[in-house]
């Protein structure tokens, strides 16, 4: 009998962390550099319904975003790997 688990834990956590952790520093520079480029063209009532574009866009993307499951041979790759 083979257990699958659901979830494994990726190889390398460290690397991981450290691309999400890029990933929010990339998003808080490059939202501010536009929030203020944009409140230099347009008033801040404006820069409201921008933001609120940007939100509807980014949930819209979360959604339409397929995460397709790991075949079982790659999975016992990555096992095998692990030793």
């Known amino acids: 009998m083979v257990v699958r688990r659901r979830h494994r834990p990726p190889h390398l956590p ?4 450290s691309f999400n952790s ?12 536009l929030g203020g ?5 347009i008033s801040a009532t ?3 319904y921008v933001g609120a574009g940007i939100a ?3 949930a ?3 959604l339409f ?3 397709t499951p790991a ?11 692990r030793g």
């Open 37 to 41: 480029v944009l409140l230099d063209a």
């Open 22 to 33: 890029a990933g929010i520093y990339l998003g808080q520079a490059i939202g501010a550099g």
């Open 71 to 81: 075949t079982p041979a790659a999975l016992d790759e990555v096992a095998r790997t």
């Open 14 to 17: 460290g690397v991981v962390i």
């Open 46 to 48: 404006q820069l409201c």
């Open 60 to 62: 819209a993307l979360h």
């Open 56 to 58: 509807v866009l980014a």
């Open 65 to 67: 975003i397929i995460r």
